[in-house]
């Protein structure tokens, strides 16, 4: 029997992208190749069951699993992680599936959290890190011969006497011949470099109101750019995609291992670089504006995307003792990690804690102002970790929860990103009715981590879910039922959803969220305990994070997520890791506080705390097994009233 | 009648190199391909008369000059740069045009007129620009999670607790993976930067003990390197050669001229990183040492060399106003300029005060602790410009007077520079007999600095030459002959000459030294009066420069090129350019001193100055017209008595 050809070429619709492949290879990989993204958390280890496609037409050798149940079988559902490419495919790709573009945290959004205002109104001097000057100098003259460079330097020390100015190599060579073809009329561009002031560019004429920078937030799932204008202090213009590095796993831990097993750091770098110079693109064409003009980017993100996006080897974050091999990135040249903007322009990474607390915990704690306050506060970033930072402008103290990524969408069985079509309040009616909204009022197609804080909370008020957050099936509710023998509720039905099937959510997955919650509320009453202080003590909590456009904090504390305390003093900030680099790109004061900050936060390792873990396992309750603890949650409206 | 060929081949004796070129190019350009410098003041414009080479066959075609008398157009000598190659070409070039190495200040020297000691019992203290520390860092562990970056700047921050310490990209990138891969013993090399220590690199092991540095001198005509041992404050070698830039002009002045008319400043710049770079490779090779140990090189220069070695324009430096494109060059990444030292070695540049007072005049003011003097104190370099300096710790004057290269053997029928076969030393016997002392006692090829000083003040002693410097024409000297109508002294016999003729001293070559001694004499009375001084408050005065190695102080006094003080105050002290650099490598402290002086020298324009045209003038006669001025030097032994 002579051989197959050996290469393939797989059609995926509705894409309508092709690839060709050798066979052998997965289904997985000619997506890859295609350059269509597929949800896949497990990084192509086939155990989260989130690569689902339909196979068309075709010949496929596909692994077994547990993950697809006998109907999608027979709908030919394959996991395209397990399964290998035979011969000529047509794949479909199922909507579930899709890495569809999100509504991602813009401006918009930042003004509608309030974060312009915090920001803005914060007191931060406006003294943008890169700044222009417009220097009208004397020409030399045989009664004042002062050469160009100290003549340069002078008509900039009167504008900042206490500067320690240096210029760089390419300036040096450059500038003279800039003063004299001007008369000497020339703009200097100037930014912090540690203690020295460096001179980094300078212009003919005035261009000193055209000054640009880049607020950057380098998220594990979502990479958001803002451009600012820093003479105006306004956000010009936003804009976001998700990480290229998604391909290679959804959480950062796993995009480590794949770096490692092939030799990929580059690789990954790569990915980052060219997301945000996709995205700088677009910026630079929509708002017509100069590449020359940004002449700096300040960026925030985890430890570890830090990392990647640097280019330093990420291996120690993921290993005992998990060390990063940098906390404080030192202000680099923009150019020399690829990013397209003007070629001398700086680089600025907000300072890390700890492998676990980094960059976008910084930033955020200062741009809601945490380092000011006298009244003891708590500020949360929920996302695959959950950061949690408790302190005033004195002390701080700060961990890290693997909350798991739960409420970004990630291990419930229709849960999402907060994307188009995706379910973001949840509200359960008298008769066990269900109104949903979705985002950009489209069909749903899953359900969003807002959402699901809703659902539960609302859930268990109905009394279908119970205090242990197990399933009551003596609830009278029509939307209770039983799949496969388990219980499972109904969010949409079939005909109301635009998936082709009704949207649910399981036992395992209200477990999974659960968990979540539990790990961020342990982290939340550890670190109290640590430092021996009371809930009650606390003023103000912020939470942050990629939730959605909407929370509903009440129903934070209905859940157990947040500690019981007056809902006034619960404020949700949306993404304050760009709201961090944005307020570091506007003040060099803003800058020197995060990494004030950065120095005085202390690290608390909860993996290595007895304490974390009791917490935990009490925590594995809807609001908490120690009910004292929540007296404002209600028991349901059904069944035995609560305690409280 | 046929062309005849294009391509013309020249050769030179006795070098046995040969050149092709274009018939039409000129002889002068054939010897630059061939690769043979050619002596060439003028750069080419047939006025200076130095570049006399002999045709031995071929055709070529000449311009009329006055440079060349009878006997030699006999002898078929032409001027190299006013003859054009016609055809294929035999060329000798004659002893006294060829450009050969010369007798260069080095260690030896330095170490003969006590520069070591000067510099080394400055009480400088010892720590180099760029330090070396080795580093045995704890690993990081549960109880210690230090990021690995932190952590070394803690280890460093030990040995520096005030530093500002910074990273550059590639150690950044690189130094974690060296601190795991040695169990975190490490030797990291830091420098300064401005207001901020660099961590230059970080190295495997222990690799403290071998750090080295260049100390550089840019001299127009000379380039000195040496290589210093940083940890032991000593020099280990010492290598010199000619400026390759002299082919296209013996003085600055002229290279500005040529690289603005050929738009050649790159070309220039590269000329000067070639020569040092030979240098380097020759050291590197001689001493068997790692490129990478060289972390660092300090250059002394003035304001034009350094402009040409950076890359800046020197056009400034030769136009009213006169102003440099900068006086200040920041440090620099040596390779950014292509000096061949470890990739990540750090270049400092001294720092200059005007375009005729450059960084050897900073430099040497520190080295010879001008900056410490309580006492009043003058410092004089001569070279083609005589720089002068007066003051104390707490005030100096400086200015810059155009003497001429004639005591650098130029303009000096037989003048050559401090090379072998050079008479360094001359004394004229009661009975008008002549003794020299030639350097490396070969047979005399000419006269330098140092020997013309002797002659000029002998002559003057014996008669020979009178007050006015005119020769006395009744003097009974037998050498004191007549050519061609005019009076001439014959040095050397032309049976005791190497070069076939009679070494002799013409009343031009006479009229020019005078020139140059007034030039710098006046140089220091302008100062002198500018400051309200008188010449005794001067205790010490130290003469700088090229003349050679041995000078005699006090015919310097007698010619009237220095002050009549007591010989003991006067003090002769080689490259001082040199060892301002070498100081500025091995303390840190010498370098900012260094910097101090450079901005507190305050420069005094000569060019504008009508008191300097006055005291130019009266400085014309020997040892000067007002001998009241010079109580201590006697009249000829021969003639009328001085007035005493």
Not at 17 to 36: D, H, M, N, P, S
Not at 234 to 251: C, T
Not at 285 to 311: E, P
Not at 538 to 562: C, E, K, P, Q, S
Request: aromatic content about 6%; some cysteine.
């Amino acid at each position: 029997m002579p051989d197959k050809p050996t290469l393939c070429r797989v059609h995926f619709s509705p894409d309508d992208r092709a690839a060709e492949v050798e066979r052998g290879e997965t289904v997985l990989a000619a997506a890859q190749k295609a350059g269509i993204y597929i949800s896949s958390l497990c990084g192509g280890d086939g155990i989260c069951g989130k690569c689902r496609v339909i196979v068309r037409s075709g010949d496929i050798q596909s692994k077994p699993t547990t993950l697809l149940d006998r109907d999608e079988i027979r709908r030919n559902y394959v996991l395209a992680c397990q399964t290998t490419v035979q011969g000529d495919l047509e794949i479909e790709i199922p909507p579930e599936t899709r890495l569809e573009e999100g509504q991602i945290l813009g401006d918009e959004d930042a003004e509608r959290f309030g974060m312009l205002s915090l920001v803005e109104a914060a007191g931060f001097p406006h003294n943008p890190v890169v700044r222009k000057y417009h220097l009208k100098l004397e020409p030399p003259s045989l009664q004042s011969p002062l050469a160009g460079h100290e003549r340069l330097y002078q008509a900039i020390l009167e504008h900042e006497p206490d500067a320690n100015l240096q210029t760089g190599f390419a300036v040096l060579r450059d500038f003279n011949r800039i003063l004299t073809a001007t008369g000497y009329e020339v703009t200097a561009t100037i930014g912090r470099r540690g203690a020295t002031t460096e001179v980094v560019q300078v212009e003919p004429g005035d261009t000193s109101a055209s000054n640009l920078g880049l607020a950057i937030d380098i998220g594990t799932t979502t990479l958001v750019v803002q451009l600012v204008d820093l003479v105006g202090a306004r956000i010009v213009d936003s804009e976001a995609k998700y990480n290229s590095q998604m391909k290679h796993g959804e959480d950062y831990i796993r995009r480590i291992m794949y770096a490692e097993q092939h030799n990929a750091l580059d690789a990954m770098q790569r990915l980052i670089i060219a997301d945000l110079n996709e995205l700088i693109e677009i910026l630079v064409r929509r708002n017509s504006i100069r590449v020359s003009d940004i002449t700096c980017a300040v960026v925030a993100g985890n430890t570890a995307m830090i990392h990647f996006f640097i280019g330093l080897d990420p291996t120690g974050i993921r290993k005992e003792p998990y060390v990063p091999v940098a906390n404080s990135i030192p202000p680099l040249r923009a150019a020399q990690v690829g990013l397209h903007i003007n070629p001398r322009g700086i680089l600025y990474t907000l300072p890390s804690v700890a492998a676990y607390v980094g960059a976008d915990i910084t930033g955020g704690a200062v741009a809601i102002r945490l380092d000011e306050q006298t009244d003891l506060s708590l500020f949360i970033d929920v996302g695959t970790n959950g950061e949690v930072v408790l302190g005033n402008k004195d002390w701080m103290v700060t961990c890290s929860a693997s909350a798991g990524p739960a409420f970004e969408g990630v291990g419930v069985e229709y849960g999402m990103r907060a994307a188009r079509g995706a379910i973001e309040r949840v509200r359960i009616t008298p008769d066990f009715g269900v109104l949903v909204q979705t985002i950009g009022n489209r069909a749903p197609r899953g359900i969003c981590g807002s959402g699901l804080l809703d659902l539960l909370a609302e859930m268990f008020r109905a009394g279908i879910l119970a205090r242990n957050a197990r399933f009551d099936a003596s609830c009278p509710a029509r939307r209770l039922v039983r799949r496969d023998g388990n219980l499972e509720f109904v969010i949409v039905p079939k005909d109301q959803s635009a998936v082709g099937e009704a949207i649910v959510i399981t036992q395992a997955d209200v477990s999974n969220l659960i968990r979540s919650k539990a790990a961020i509320y342990a982290a939340i009453a550890t670190l109290v305990k640590a430092v021996n202080v009371k809930i009650d003590d606390i003023r103000h909590i912020y939470l942050a994070g990629g939730f959605g456009n909407y929370l509903d904090v009440r129903n934070a504390i209905t859940l157990g997520l947040l500690p019981d305390v007056p809902p006034e003093r619960i404020h949700f900030v949306g993404n304050t890791a760009v709201a961090g680099a944005r307020a570091a790109l506007l003040s060099e004061e803003a800058l020197a506080r995060i990494e004030r900050v950065a120095r005085m936060m202390t690290y608390i390792d909860l993996m290595t705390n007895p304490k974390y873990m009791e917490e935990f396992v009490s925590a594995n309750f809807i609001p908490h097994t120690d009910v004292e603890r929540f007296p404002s949650v209600a028991g349901p409206r059904t069944g035995t009233a609560g305690s409280g």
